[in-house]
């Protein structure tokens, strides 16, 4: 019984020690280049002096360093950007900088230490207690990097790390192209930040250790890349009952070690473990697959707004003699993504758990344009992708591969993931460009160390490859990569690493969306006529559809200085903040609503038009769904800097009512009117026919009358859209010049109402001169939190009254008066009918005293303690 015991305490021991992995981000410092005579064997000896170096930014860029340490103004704001020295007129060594840390660390008994670094932009050389670790040169800003250290660690376990950074070898001259001059994209790394018509060149071009740095430690055994696959075969419904599925696990299993070690390999999901003997050769790494296991009755993964995301926890681990030499934990989905060809719009169709899925989709490029990621700060953003009711996010190529955690996030909200790699139409040479300073045959080629590239998507794909939300590969935006990567990459890397997603050769190609119209295949991407989204029609899958997307006046405060707070005119040049800032016009859509007096009365015309712009992009698509189109991916719902088009919610995570204008639109259950022809349409993405559903429509002229046009029961079929009625005729007999309002419900057997859609309407003319004329109301706002974190925000609208109009409910810090960011809410930029109330649900973190502020269209802004 002590033998046992001991060895059962030795085992734990052991398990113990095999989990150990922990991140090296802080109590770092950094020095330039110039200002350091060292080489990396001496500055990373102990012995060597860093008092005088600066904190330094682990995982970040040096520009985030500098920012942090008041070298440089804060390039989001204002012109700032134009304050900071560009890497192309500096030279490379202005941003090259030496990182330092210092770290307690020692091995223990056959313990293996491994250092990780999951990304770093461009080239570095690393350096540990007075010896150089890496054997050649890293480069390559999308390449994960690990090496064994247990040898070089001091034996009183005080070490230094030194790791010298240097930017691309080509940063390309900001010139204002797309991707300045082009000649970023000669390198692995990231096209935007020589600029593009979205954003200003980023000064460093994210040179630095810019993800995350991880010391792991294990036994004999290293568990590398685990890869699972989940097949769920035939049609699936969301309840009930699951035919099996199977599951099929692989691993690469690292011995570092001169001697065989001999052990069980096993995984465990579900309760159920499969096991394998193994021998693994010394200094030798074998890729191993279990058998296949089938799963009864499995919990499945679906995407949002079609099932639940459930998640299962998966333990891969190596044992040998009882104890436990590494483990590799991961949360996997099951599900199958599939891809059939729809013959009637000549587009992609997608199919998850053999059910199609209309795709309502995003493009992102990326989070943070420093690349100041953090877990919180992708959990918010992608949980505004679920708010929206979108079910896509498609990876623009002129970015990265986006990290881990993004696709955790994605895995938790069930937002399908579309992953280009790293080319660009504009850089890669699709088309004739005079900013361009080569010409396309060579920039057709770039990168130019094609090599590099194939080993890069070789260790990208391991990376993500096992999430649940990943459904799609893209070799490039608007261009595929050269042949010899291309042909490598669909033939033989994807097969072989992951056999499961479907490859398009580039964004807008054929076999994605076939292009009778001529063109590039997607856009546009500026504001359009409402009417256009329903009545003309585009491709069959849009990969880029965009407009506007400019912020409330409390968005713009927090980039534009105030004297620069001039609105923008339909015709003319807008001030140069707001150009720097990317805007781009709203034509004339603005002006219905009333001459524009100032900032802040544009800004909230402008979120009119924002919501009325969204709304109708996606009921026009869903209008016309498995007709003339499988989806649509919106250019774009997020940015990563201060830019002012294209966007739902803004830098700073504060959403504007593009972001309710299209959560109206995508409902999974919805009701519309087409503003062509007045025509009430019925949607239902759901799987299963809709019976018994109450259709009302009414009116309100802008006294807040009451007109009854029809209540009816209708059903709808899975999947389906169905005209339903014409409100042409009963619009007309109303003859009201100044506009009208009108309300579409649908109602369930309990009178409880399951989508709730509110238009106003211009007059005759076009102009909305009854919104210039409503009278003001002054609705009951009550606000309550019975549970932390959840607020509910009431406003009732006496019965005599007019519409309250397009109401902002904002949450804030009950001190402070500021917003608090991010915050969830489940409608907002609503509209209150005379004798009704809504209430609306605020979610957020943190535990300080809140107050809500609503304002809208007629209603003065009113502030409230929450209860």
Same mark, same amino acid.
């Given at each position: ?5 001991? $060895? ?106 491994? $250092? ?11 350096? %540990?207690?007075? !010896? ?132 069980? $390999? ?149 937002? %399908?993931?579309?992953?280009? *790699? ?147 005119? *339909? ?116 799987? !299963? ?33 169905? !005209? ?12 009201? !010049? ?22 106003? $309407? ?30 509910l925000v009431t406003l009732s609208n006496a019965k005599d009254n007019p519409v309250a109009f397009f109401n902002r409910i904002a949450l804030t810090d009950a001190v402070s008066g500021k917003r608090i960011l991010p915050a969830f809410y489940d409608d907002n930029y609503i509209s209150v009918l005379p004798g009704e109330s809504k209430t609306i649900t605020v979610e957020y973190n943190g535990n300080q005293k809140t107050a809500v502020e609503v304002y809208g269209w007629n209603v003065e802004r009113k502030r409230v303690e929450v209860n």
């Amino acid at each position: 019984m002590r033998k046992f015991l001991i $060895l059962l305490q030795l085992s734990f021991c052991f398990f113990a020690n095999a989990q150990q992995r922990y991140e090296l981000n802080s109590g770092w410092v950094c020095a330039n280049i110039k200002d350091v005579n060292s080489n990396g064997n001496q500055i990373s000896a102990k012995n060597f002096s860093v008092n005088n170096w600066m904190t330094a930014t682990v995982p970040g860029t040096v520009l985030t360093t500098l920012l942090n340490n008041k070298k440089v103004p804060d390039p989001f704001y204002g012109m700032n950007n134009e304050l900071i020295a560009d890497v192309y007129k500096t030279g490379n060594d202005y941003y090259t900088y030496w990182f330092v840390k210092d770290f307690d660390e020692k091995v223990v008994g056959n313990e293996q230490v491994w $250092l990780q670094f999951r990304g770093i932009n461009y080239k570095a050389d690393i350096f %540990l207690n007075g !010896k150089k670790v890496n054997p050649n040169v890293i480069e390559g800003m999308h390449l994960r990097n690990q090496f064994n250290i247990t040898k070089m660690l001091a034996a009183n376990g005080k070490n230094r790390l030194a790791v010298i950074v240097h930017p691309p070898d080509f940063v390309g001259n900001p010139n204002g192209g797309q991707g300045g001059d082009g000649t970023i994209a000669k390198g692995l790394t990231t096209q935007y930040t020589a600029g593009w018509d979205w954003i200003q060149p980023t000064r460093d071009r994210n040179t630095g250790i810019w993800d995350k740095v991880t010391i792991e430690k294990t036994q004999s055994i290293n568990l590398k890349n685990p890869h699972i696959v989940t097949l769920v075969p035939g049609k699936r419904l969301v309840e009930g009952a699951q035919k099996p599925a199977t599951i099929k696990v692989s691993v690469e299993v690292e011995n570092p070690t001169s001697k065989v070690v001999n052990g069980i $390999l096993q995984y465990t999901i579900a309760g159920q473990s499969i096991k394998k003997q193994v021998s693994i050769e010394g200094n030798q790494t074998s890729e191993i697959s279990f058998a296949d296991l089938i799963l009864q009755n499995p919990k499945l993964w679906w995407p949002n707004g079609y099932g639940k995301q459930y998640l299962y926890d998966v333990q891969v681990k190596f044992i040998s003699n009882a104890a436990t030499f590494d483990q590799e934990n991961l949360k996997v989905g099951i599900r199958q993504v599939d891809n059939i060809w729809n013959e009637q719009t000549k587009s992609m169709g997608a199919y998850v758990n053999g059910q199609k899925i209309f795709i309502k989709g995003g493009n992102w490029i990326i989070s943070d344009a420093m690349l100041r990621f953090s877990d919180a700060r992708y959990d918010a953003e992608i949980r505004y992708h679920k708010d929206m009711n979108l079910n896509l996010i498609r990876i623009w190529g002129g970015a990265i591969l986006e990290r881990p955690e993004f696709y955790n996030a994605c895995d938790k909200y069930g937002l %399908l993931v579309f992953q280009d *790699f790293w080319f660009s139409g504009d850089c890669n040479g699709r088309w004739i460009d005079p900013m361009k300073k080569e010409d396309q045959w060579t920039r057709r080629q770039y990168p130019d160390n094609h090599n590099l590239v194939l080993t890069a998507i070789e260790d990208q794909v391991k990376m993500i490859r096992n999430h649940a939300s990943l459904a799609f590969w893209c070799g490039g935006n608007e261009i595929t990569p050269p042949e010899d990567i291309l042909q490598p990459l669909k033939n033989d890397i994807l097969p072989r690493l992951d056999g499961t997603r479907i490859l398009y050769d580039f964004s807008n190609s054929d076999e994605m969306s076939y292009n009778t119209l001529g063109g590039n295949g997607d856009g546009p991407y500026s504001i359009q006529n409402p009417v256009s989204f329903w009545a003309t029609k585009t491709f069959p899958y849009n990969s880029e559809v965009g407009s506007v997307g400019v912020g409330d006046y409390e968005s713009l405060e927090r980039f534009i200085p105030k004297e620069n707070m001039i609105a923008p005119q *339909f015709k003319e040049k807008p001030d140069s903040v707001w150009d720097y800032h990317k805007y781009i016009g709203y034509d004339e859509y603005v002006n219905p609503y009333g001459k524009v007096k100032d900032a802040k009365d544009f800004a909230m015309k402008a979120q009119l038009v924002n919501y009325d712009q969204y709304r109708a992009l996606m009921e026009g698509f869903s209008s016309h769904m498995w007709e003339w189109y499988t989806g649509s991916i919106i250019w774009k719902t997020q940015n990563p800097w201060t830019a002012m088009r294209g966007q739902m919610y803004d830098y700073y995570l504060d959403p504007n009512a593009c972001l309710y204008g299209l959560r109206k639109g995508s409902e999974p259950l919805h009701v519309m009117m087409n503003p062509v022809d007045s025509m009430v349409n019925l949607v239902n993405n759901g799987f !299963k026919t809709l019976n018994n559903l109450m259709i009302q429509a009414k009116a309100y002229d802008m006294d807040g009358k009451e007109y009854l046009s029809t209540q009816v029961f209708n059903s709808i079929g899975p999947s389906s859209v169905r !005209k339903l009625f014409s409100l042409s005729g009963f619009l007309n007999k109303l003859d009201k !010049k100044e506009g009208v309002f009108v309300s579409l419900r649908i109602l369930d057997e309990k009178q409880q109402i399951l989508s709730d859609n509110f238009y106003w $309407l211009a007059g005759k003319d076009g102009e909305y001169k009854g919104l210039q004329k409503i009278k003001s109301v002054l609705p009951k706002i009550e606000a309550v939190e019975k549970v932390k974190g959840k607020v509910l925000v009431t406003l009732s609208n006496a019965k005599d009254n007019p519409v309250a109009f397009f109401n902002r409910i904002a949450l804030t810090d009950a001190v402070s008066g500021k917003r608090i960011l991010p915050a969830f809410y489940d409608d907002n930029y609503i509209s209150v009918l005379p004798g009704e109330s809504k209430t609306i649900t605020v979610e957020y973190n943190g535990n300080q005293k809140t107050a809500v502020e609503v304002y809208g269209w007629n209603v003065e802004r009113k502030r409230v303690e929450v209860n």
